[in-house]
């Protein structure tokens, strides 16, 4: 048929037919893609916590008989206390600890204490850094005064920051908003998007699509919830002992803790002003109380994330640490899903070879 004139003439038509859709096609999906390219991490991160919070949005229906959209609406007002109460007890913690340093240096009081004689045999630095800290301990005004231009600097790096920070929490509180959204219409969500995996893969695409959904949450409960749980304890623990600035230091041992680099960078100095600043039992108590809180994530964190999974403990921690270094925090939860996928896709390729290899 198409070596006639009439089956040459269908099959060019049929071409050009074809090649007009799927180039309307592609168009649609690139300005779509277009348009949400601005908001597209805010989506990501709704996904993300509507599916990590979808086991808590079940309980509260089943143990309470709420509606799906009352549900919703008081989980997502529960999130967004614990996001903005973490900041605002930061920001006041900050701005109380900088007004009475500021109060103390007005009056002229001794801000830092004198510097221990040891530093003095550090090497290299040792010598400078003693006489530093002992013409601050005896004349910080002077010295702040020294540095003018430094200090300016530097205030300006923090307030870039703050702003930074200040935007990323207004897009996060949005996101949370957005997953109560998602939360509140979840069934028909769901199996819309069963019914896509299943109609792009059949059955191996909602087996992904369930990969995807456990590897999330089994992240935010390995990765979030021992940091959250870790730096709430050793933040309690700096308030204790009266650590200065421990607000702004817990804050620091949370993002650290979360990115896989762990709070010790950051706890280092702390437990050295504690055996410099405290009595001798205090610091000793403090630093037992310590240590362990900083290796505990390294036997809580394996034993959440691999809970229910099939796929291999180390290629979760691969795609923590990969996705975290390749995409920053939401690269956090999108790297352990496509291992997991790409490992499930491997196991099943080389199943299939081997059943062919036993037939033939």
Known sequence: MIDTEKGRADVSRFAIDLAIRIALLAGVVFGTLQLLRPIAPMLLWAVILAVAVYP???MLRRRLGLRRWLAATLLSAFLLVLLVTPVIMLAGSAIDTLEGYARDLMRGEHILPQPPETIQSWPVIGQRLHEFWLNAANDMR??????????????????????????????????????????AYSEHLTAT?????????DA????????????????????????????????IGMLVVGVPFAGAITFVALVLAI???????????????????????????????TIPLLLVDNVLRPIVMARGLQTPMVVILAGVICGT??????????????????????????????KTDTKA
């Open 259 to 289: 990115v896989q680099v762990g709070p010790g960078i950051v706890m280092l100095p702390v437990l050295i002003w504690a055996w410099m600043s405290l009595p001798l039992g205090i610091a000793a108590i403090y630093t037992a109380y």
């Open 193 to 201: 998007v069963r019914d896509l995996a299943g109609r792009v893969a």
């Open 56 to 58: 808590l949005f079940a």
């Open 204 to 235: 191996r695409g909602r087996h992904f699509l369930e990969i995807a959904g456990s590897t999330i949450r089994n992240v935010s409960q390995g990765v979030i919830g021992i940091a959250v749980l870790q730096s709430a304890l050793l933040g």
């Open 142 to 183: 002077a010295v702040l005064k020294a540095h003018v231009g430094q200090l300016a600097s530097m205030g300006r790096w923090i307030g870039g920051i703050a702003a930074g920070l200040a935007l990323e929490i207004l897009q996060f509180a949005t996101a949370i908003i957005i997953a109560g959204a998602m939360l």
């Open 325 to 354: 270094l390749a995409g920053g925090l939401i690269g956090l939860f999108v790297g352990p899903v496509v291992l997991a996928v790409f490992y499930d896709l491997v196991v099943a390729w080389i199943v299939a070879g081997q």
